[in-house]
């Protein structure tokens, strides 16, 4: 766990609010499904503030979308599901969701500036544990999946060690027809889950499991992928007066410090 001066007039909070991208695409090879996080702030509030911006500050407009709904204080008969603040879906087909997942303040980081946690010298960005859970027996295609942050941590080792564990309870039971892990992250050569992906396991029920670490940073190199593809799909590219691609506005100043790689 890492060790962060504290004085008695900090607040620990303890509760996390972490704001999550989705895209989901049934039309592609590959993992239909992924999860990007973007930041993480100790008021829900200020968390659904940036969730309902968090696509314009990434380069979208409503109208690069087929459909785009935002959910408000006065929104009523939502669809989406309770934690979801924008559902957006593109002309190829890809959907697009902005979520918000709590957890637990396991590492007891302090607030920081903006309702935002503050790190410990040497951490420039939190380490996200996330859960995805896939029943193969009931969708064979992994689009009907569910994915939540199990919890943050400010350095990289710690997180990789709560990924680790988070099966353990299973695992110890011998619930698992199959169960795999590795000691980092890194390239895939020799590991077909994913380089951000620390535990994969099938359990006896059918249920896929994959345990990944994911920052900020990470995320915004997938995001641009599938940016690049929804633009296109919609018949064009926007553009800045030099005829390139704009970058995401704003993003240094709402995600703890973790810039857009």
Not at 203 to 218: H, L, M, R, S
């Amino acid at each position: 766990m890492a060790e962060i001066a504290i004085s008695s007039f900090t607040e620990v909070p303890e509760q996390l609010y972490h704001t999550i991208l989705h895209y989901v695409d049934a039309y592609t090879s590959g993992a239909p499904f992924t999860v990007c996080p973007l930041a993480t702030h100790t008021d829900l509030s200020t968390a659904k503030e940036y969730a309902r911006n968090a696509l314009h500050d990434l380069g979208y407009q409503p109208d690069d979308f087929a459909n785009f709904e935002l959910r408000t204080a006065v929104t009523e008969n939502w669809q989406h599901g309770d934690g979801t603040i924008v559902w957006a879906k593109a002309a190829n087909g890809t959907e697009v969701m902005v979520n918000i997942d709590t957890t637990s303040n396991d590492e007891k980081l302090p607030e920081g500036l903006n309702h935002q946690l503050q790190l410990p010298n040497g951490s420039s960005h939190l380490h996200y544990v996330v859960q995805t859970t896939i029943d193969l027996v009931k969708d064979r295609s992994g689009i009907a999946q569910q994915s939540e942050v199990e919890g943050v941590y400010a350095r990289r080792s710690d997180a990789i060690l709560a990924a680790k564990r988070q099966l353990a309870e299973l695992s110890d039971n011998n619930d698992f027809a199959q169960y795999e892990e590795r000691n980092d992250l890194g390239g895939c050569e020799e590991w077909p889950y994913g380089e951000d992906v620390v535990v994969h396991a099938i359990a006896q029920t059918g249920d896929n499991f994959y345990i990944a670490v994911k920052t900020v940073p990470g995320a915004h190199r997938r995001h641009n992928m599938h940016r690049t593809r929804i633009l296109a799909s919609n018949g064009y590219k926007r553009s800045t007066m030099a005829g390139e691609e704009k970058a995401p506005q704003a993003q240094g100043k709402r995600d703890n410090g973790e810039g857009a790689a």
